[in-house]
T-cell receptor, first 113, second 114 residues
């Protein structure tokens, strides 16, 4: 258990509305990640963070922004949600000294109508 | 770029059967390799990993050997149980000790029948 929680766990929203998903960790890990999971695609990296205020883009970052103002929280924002962003979103962390190994949160299921 | 290819399934087996899920990869460097498992409605759990060629990862009766010559990391288990029913993901990390994201295969849905 890597002490990761995600909120909300489920959300239904309408096209064009802003949405923010939260990832919270309790173990002071430096590295945090956001992925989306879609049928036929596996998991794809959206954004990641290697420290407070230090973030970078992943493979599918268009339409998403992130912020990390505290070590324990990594926020994913959909500025104007679209139906193509309907997905399951997973947060992950990795530990200093074993950065290549990632541990995942329980996921947030997002439906954009 | 990096990529991971695995059979998508579903793979259906009877209880106590031998399991192999194939995974091959393409990477520019010397990646670390992983198998993750996802049970229904849950997040991904790390099942096993290998960080260099010829390493064998093992956990809960599952094994996988890092084969650099065939760029493969096939998952095996000698006798599967109904509780092994899940989606299995092969993944790689090619960050050379850094903290870039993982590259995942599309997942293999495994169904074990009693």
């Amino acid at each position: 258990d890597a002490g990761i929680t995600q909120s909300p766990r489920h959300k239904v929203t309408e096209t064009g509305t802003p949405v923010t998903l939260r990832c919270h960790q309790t173990e002071n890990h430096r590295y945090m990640y956001w992925y989306r999971q879609d049928p036929g695609h596996g998991l794809r990296l959206i954004h990641y963070s290697y420290g407070v205020k230090d973030t970078d883009k992943g493979e599918v970052s268009d339409g998403y922004s992130v912020s990390r103002s505290k070590t324990e929280d990594f926020l994913l924002t959909l500025e104007s949600a679209t139906s193509s962003q309907t997905s399951v979103y997973f947060c992950a962390i990795s530990r200093l000294g074993s950065q290549e190994t990632q541990y995942f949160g329980p996921g947030t299921r997002l439906l954009v109508l | 770029g990096n990529s991971v290819t695995q059979m998508e399934g579903p793979v259906t087996l009877s209880e106590e059967a031998f399991l192999t899920i194939n995974c091959t990869y393409t990477a520019t460097g010397y990646p670390s390799l992983f198998w993750y498992v996802q049970y229904p409605g849950e997040g991904l759990q790390l099942l096993l990993k290998a960080t260099k060629a010829d390493d064998k990862g093992s956990n809960k009766g599952f094994e996988a050997t890092y084969r650099k010559e065939t760029t493969s990391f096939h998952l095996e288990k000698g006798s599967v149980q109904v509780s092994d029913s899940a989606v299995y993901f092969c993944a790689l990390s090619d960050s050379g000790g850094g903290a870039d994201g993982l590259t995942f295969g599309k997942g293999t849905h495994l169904i074990i029948q009693p």
